[in-house]
């Protein structure tokens, strides 16, 4: 039963992770219509500046948020309007084939400045709280508790700001929104310095628990894309769900199958990806919720 209990703790917990790191692909993927190859990446980005700070300016990783999140958000803005918004239009395969470019440029030049040593930070957020025989993380603990609230925070957003329902109008339908006033490019701008924000964000919670290094995105890439397709696009609460359910899927194989560690778990939450393409392709939750009319 405790070791039931313990794999149950940290399967949340990594699936808290899991819901704050892919909110941006989803919400990027529902509204706009484009596949970020180059998610994973920005994840990185958002952890070297963390672990800069921390390395530097001794910032813990966790206040480096108040930096990462501003900054992370104009990268966001600048590569929309500079790059991204000249494609989202084009037929699918341009936007795929830019965002991963764009992955191939990120991990490589963070290569060329930071080289492959795996990079790690200090912090004073340690140590264990026990329940019984259970203990509780106090870094994974505080991980998922700032991804609820980037969830939260989110939902609440979209749901009741008139820029939240422009983004969602925009994701239903983008000529009907033109016809209402909503100036379609500004509302992919704004979202996509949005999800890059929190897709930097996501980078941050990941660094006091996981090394750094350039080519570490590219599994969370593959994680969100997972995460998205049995969720539904754009759906917050479902993308939350979704992330949970990988969380603990991974943790309890890798608990009850000795000598596999999590990669029989990554297997399993793939096959399962299967299973709800072959069975529900719009997601298990479906996608964002519509704009109520007035």
């Known amino acids: 039963m405790d070791q039931f209990l313990q794999a149950l703790i940290n399967g949340v917990a990594l699936g808290g992770f899991y819901a704050a790191m892919v909110l941006g ?6 509204v706009m219509g484009v596949i970020n ?13 963390a672990w800069i700070m921390n390395r530097y300016f001794h910032w813990e990783p966790f206040a480096t948020l108040i930096v990462v999140l501003p900054v992370m ?5 600048l590569l929309q309007r500079l790059l991204i918004n000249r494609v989202v239009e084009r037929p699918p395969l341009i936007s795929l084939l830019v965002t991963y470019a764009l992955s191939i440029v990120f991990a490589n030049i963070l290569k060329l400045f930071f080289t492959g040593t795996p990079r790690s930070v200090d912090t ?5 709280w026990r329940l019984g025989n259970v203990t509780i993380p106090v870094v994974k603990t505080s991980i998922l508790v700032i991804s609820i609230l980037m969830v939260l925070t989110l939902a609440l957003f979209l749901e009741y700001t008139r820029l939240g329902k422009s ?21 992919y701008a704004i979202t996509f310095a949005i999800c890059i924000a929190l897709t930097g964000g996501a980078g941050v919670l990941i660094t ?7 080519f570490m995105g590219q599994p ?3 994680k969100a894309f997972a995460i998205t397709t049995m969720s539904g696009l754009g759906n917050i ?5 979704g992330s949970l359910v990988l969380g603990l899927l991974e943790v309890y194989v890798a608990t009850y199958i000795p000598g596999v560690g999590t990669n029989l778990g990554i297997v399993v939450s793939y096959v399962i990806l299967v299973l709800v393409l072959i069975i529900r392709p719009q997601g298990l939750f479906g996608g964002l919720k519509p704009v109520e009319q007035t």
């Not at 692909?25 to 529902?30: K, L, M, N, T, V």
């Not at 190859?37 to 500046?49: C, D, R, S, T």
């Open 25 to 30: 692909f989803s919400i990027i993927w529902g």
């Open 237 to 241: 609460w479902g993308a939350l769900l």
């Open 220 to 222: 969370f890439t593959l």
């Open 124 to 128: 004073v957020i340690a140590g264990f």
């Open 73 to 77: 958000f104009m990268l966001g803005y």
């Open 37 to 49: 190859l180059a998610h994973g990446e920005f994840l990185m980005i958002g952890a070297y500046l």
């Open 167 to 187: 983004i969602r109008a925009a994701a239903q339908n983008r000529n009907a929104a033109r016809m209402v006033g909503i100036e379609i490019s500004s509302v």
């Open 208 to 214: 006091p628990i996981q090394p750094i290094f350039p």
